[in-house]
């Protein structure tokens, strides 16, 4: 099986997949509901949950419940600094899910109560439950590089939630100089992509070479090696030449401090300064997770990975880039296949139902030029309690492939992302 074919078959198998987990079937609510189910997060990993569940049990009453009133993706979103894309083009509302009969709320949950079985709201409300999905995403750890505080990443923006963060650093990437340097500070793993800082670097250093060509990005890292870094640093190379550079932490790329008053960066062996600062913060489970008692002291979510449920709190289900899924990436294919199977096992259990044996799927595409797209897949199963990859179902671009191999793959990206939006929000 080719590559190519590897990511077609990929593509078909995670739909079959959640569509023969969950017995999808057609039917009619009851007037009592089976179970209140209450998912709380709107991306990559709620919507998708609320989805199958209704799906699968019309007789589940499902609440999905947001805070913002529509959904801006991070995926893609280094395009937006490339000039490729717009932020309207990242922007979906919940419309579809309504008319499927979920309940859409928007209120921001500020209170867990895992005895008792509610959650509580900015807006005062309360919502019962008998089984609860979180899908909180990520939140940063401030107190990793010193002087970088929520208050100076407004003036160093991070962009690492899409939105107006990200129009602030395409600003200021439109304001600087030809011939400045632009920095990036790659956190060390595990941390949400995509965005991906690899593909940051790539998406600035197109537009530099139409508009800054005597510009330079410099990546500095907090870790020895990333994914697809081979594929990434070859298509640099043809590309930009030597416009972008990569520092390893062993080379003194770990960051250790910021000045916000010069912008000036303290590393372990030297002082950076660029005239645009994107200082991406070391990760964590988002706020919500760790407020609950969801997290242990990793910062993460651990839960069991078969169903997603909380080992802490076990009616409580934790998906998507805050909870611990062996060797599953944080990404938001991820986050997807994690729903449909947390899905799954909920319905099993209002059902008295054994509990399906769980499959799981993953696509990271990342653009390195408009007609250059590279990606890594992988098919993972559960051995002995933990999510592990299957030896030789998945796959990394070609190292040697030629110019229409790489603009298939960029096609493949953008397809990727219609087809999981669809699956997310139709």
């Known amino acids: 099986m080719t590559d190519l074919q590897r990511r077609a078959f990929l593509k078909s198998s995670a739909v079959a997949l959640g569509a023969a987990m969950l017995g999808v079937s057609p039917g009619v609510s009851a007037a009592a ?67 499927r009969g979920i309940a859409v709320v928007q209120d921001e949950i500020l209170e867990i109560d895992p005895v ?15 089984k609860l999905i979180l899908s909180p995403g990520v939140s940063f750890r401030w107190d990793r590089i010193e002087g970088l505080t929520q208050e100076v990443a407004e003036r160093f923006p991070h962009a690492w939630k899409a939105g107006p963060q990200t129009l602030k650093l395409r600003q200021q990437l439109e304001a600087m100089e030809d011939g400045g340097v632009f920095i990036i500070t790659a956190p060390p793993n595990p941390f949400r992509c995509p965005p991906g800082p690899y593909e940051r670097a790539a998406q ?55 000045d916000p008053k010069t912008g000036t960066l303290i590393g372990q062996v030297e002082e950076f300064q660029g005239q645009v600062i994107n200082p991406i913060p070391h990760q964590k489970a988002g706020t919500l997770a760790e407020s609950a008692g969801l997290t242990d002291a990793s910062g993460w979510c651990p839960v069991d990975q078969r169903t997603f449920a909380s080992t802490l709190h076990p009616d409580i289900h934790v998906i998507g880039d805050a909870c611990i899924a062996g060797t599953m990436p944080k990404s938001g294919y991820a986050a997807n296949s994690q729903a449909k199977v947390c899905a799954a096992a909920i319905v099993a259990a209002v059902s008295g139902a054994p509990t399906p044996e769980p499959s799981y799927v993953n696509t990271c595409y990342s653009l390195i030029a408009p007609e250059h797209g590279i990606s890594v897949a992988g098919v993972y199963a559960l051995a002995d309690g933990r999510i592990v990859e299957v030896e030789g179902a998945g796959g990394i671009s070609p190292s040697d492939a030629d110019d229409r191999i790489r603009a298939v793959e960029a096609r493949f990206a953008h397809d990727w992302f219609r087809n999981i939006t669809a699956d997310m929000f139709t």
């Open 33 to 99: 509901p089976k179970a209140r189910v209450l998912v709380v997060g709107g991306g990559f990993g709620g919507t998708i949950a609320a989805k199958y569940l209704t799906m699968a049990d019309p007789a589940i009453r499902v609440t999905l419940i947001e805070k913002d009133p529509v959904f801006l993706s991070c995926a893609m979103s280094n395009e937006v600094l490339s000039g490729e894309r717009d932020l309207k083009d990242l922007t979906f509302g919940y419309r579809g899910l309504a008319r």
């Open 116 to 130: 008792a079985h509610f959650i509580r709201g900015a807006s005062g409300g309360r919502y019962n439950y008998d």
């Open 204 to 258: 600035v250093a197109h537009y530099f070479t139409k508009h800054k060509p005597k510009s330079k990005i410099l990546i500095l890292d907090a870790k020895d090696a990333f994914s697809k870094q081979g594929l990434f640093q070859a298509g640099w190379k043809q590309h930009y030449g030597d416009m972008i550079e990569w520092v390893s932490g062993a080379s003194g790329g770990i960051v250790e401090g910021i």
